[in-house]
């Protein structure tokens, strides 16, 4: 049974940082790539905006223009964990954010690739 558990969000100023965490069992973490998504709060679940993705190895990343420069996603496979540095936040940087894991090895930010996904944690970045 695959469990994802994400962690790390809540209530910070614009400008500061955050570092969500996302633990994976369950599966061979260490062949698939992972992923952030986020949702504004009220949007429909269909309308997830991509974030980040990182490969199977962490050699290789993808940042959404949006966060391009402010944020960072990592993993590191002998935890089984995925990461996503967040600093100079922003107020359009509120939402929930959701850890997913791909079915393929490689970076993606289409969300039809990604089969597990976590219950998501909430960032909420106040101007």
């Known amino acids: 049974q695959v469990q994802i558990i994400e962690s790390g969000g809540g ?3 614009a400008g500061g940082s955050l570092r969500l965490s996302c633990a ?3 599966l061979n973490f260490s062949k698939q790539a992972m992923g952030w998504f986020r949702r504004v709060p009220g949007s429909p679940d269909k ?3 991509f974030v980040a993705s990182i490969d199977w190895r962490g050699a290789t990343t993808w940042h959404a223009p949006s966060v391009r420069g402010r944020f960072t996603i990592s993993r590191d496979n002998d935890k089984n ?3 996503l540095e967040m600093n100079s936040l922003k107020a359009e940087d509120t939402a929930a954010y959701y850890c997913a894991v791909s079915k393929y090895s490689r970076v993606s930010d289409e969300r039809n690739e990604y089969e597990h ?5 909430q960032v909420t970045v106040s101007s």
């Open 11 to 13: 209530l910070v100023q």
């Open 24 to 26: 994976v069992s369950g």
């Open 47 to 49: 309308e997830s905006e």
């Open 81 to 83: 964990t995925v990461y």
């Open 117 to 121: 996904w976590g219950q998501g944690t």
